[in-house]
C-alpha cells in the first residue's frame, strides 16, 4: 500500500525567509503532483512532476523529484502572506487502468508579518 | 470552458437518509474519481473509474456508491450505512494516456448530518 508523508504538518515563517516542505512515499513512481488549498476551497494544481530529476518553478515556488530517494521538496523562497495556505503532494503509483493519485496529509503554512 | 461541476456546494442529511452528490465534467476525460476530506486531513480515495460503465473501491468505499454510465457524469451516493458522512467531497478527473495534464478538480461539496 502506497504511503505519501509530508512533513512539516504545520509551518509558521516569516514574510522574506525560505523553507523547504518534504513529501516522501513509499512505492516506486515518477508522477508527483504538487496542490494548494485554501480554507474551505478546492485544490489549486501547482506543479506536475513526471521524472527523475525534474525541476518546476513558479514565482516563489520550486518543486523538485528525486524518484530514487522517493521524494519530492517545494522549496519556498522568499515568502509573501499571499503564500498562506494548505499544501498537499500526491502520488501517482498506478498504470493504465490504475492510475489514482494517493495524497499526502498536508502543510499547512502560515506567513507572518 | 471546460471544467468540472459539483453540486450542490452544501448538503445536509437527516440520520438514515441516502444522498447524492453530482459530478459532471465537459473536459472529455476518461477517468473520474471521488475523495473525501476530513478537517485537518488529506484526502483520502472512496471510488474511481477509467472508462464507463466501470469503477473500482478505493481506499473509504464502504458506506458508497457510484455509477458511471456516461463519460461526463461520475455521481456519489452516501448510502445510511457510511455512519460519519460529515465531510468535504471533492470530485475530480483526468485523461488516462495525459499524465502531464494532471488532474482537475471540481469545487466540492460540504455535507453535513443533523
Known amino acids: 500500500e502506497l504511503k505519501v508523508e509530508q512533513n512539516p504538518l504545520f509551518l509558521s515563517m516569516q514574510e522574506g525567509k525560505n523553507y523547504t516542505i518534504y513529501c516522501n512515499y513509499s512505492t516506486t513512481s515518477d508522477r508527483l503532483y504538487w496542490y494548494r488549498q485554501d480554507p474551505g476551497k478546492s485544490l489549486e494544481s501547482l506543479f506536475v512532476?513526471?521524472?527523475?530529476?525534474a525541476v518546476k518553478q513558479e514565482g516563489r515556488l520550486m518543486a523538485s523529484l528525486d524518484t530514487k530517494a522517493r521524494l519530492s521538496t517545494l522549496h519556498i523562497t522568499a515568502a509573501v502572506h499571499d503564500l498562506s495556505a494548505t499544501y498537499f503532494c500526491a502520488v501517482d503509483a498506478g498504470t493504465g487502468t490504475a492510475s489514482k493519485l494517493t495524497f499526502g496529509t498536508g502543510t499547512r503554512l502560515q506567513v507572518t508579518l | 470552458d471546460g471544467g468540472i461541476t459539483q453540486s450542490p456546494k452544501y448538503l445536509f442529511r437527516k440520520e438514515g437518509q441516502n444522498v447524492t452528490l453530482s459530478c459532471e465534467q465537459n473536459l472529455n476525460h476518461d477517468a473520474m474519481y471521488w475523495y473525501r476530506q476530513d478537517p485537518g486531513q488529506g484526502l483520502r480515495l472512496i471510488y474511481y473509474s477509467q472508462i464507463v460503465n466501470d469503477f473500482q473501491k478505493g481506499d473509504i468505499a464502504e458506506g458508497y456508491s457510484v455509477s458511471r454510465e456516461k463519460k461526463e457524469s461520475f455521481p456519489l451516493t452516501v448510502t445510511s450505512a457510511q455512519k460519519n458522512p460529515t465531510a468535504f467531497y471533492l470530485c475530480a478527473s483526468s485523461h488516462r494516456d495525459r499524465p502531464s495534464w494532471g488532474y482537475t478538480f471540481g469545487s466540492g461539496t460540504r455535507l453535513t448530518v443533523v
Open positions: 512532476l513526471l521524472s527523475n530529476g
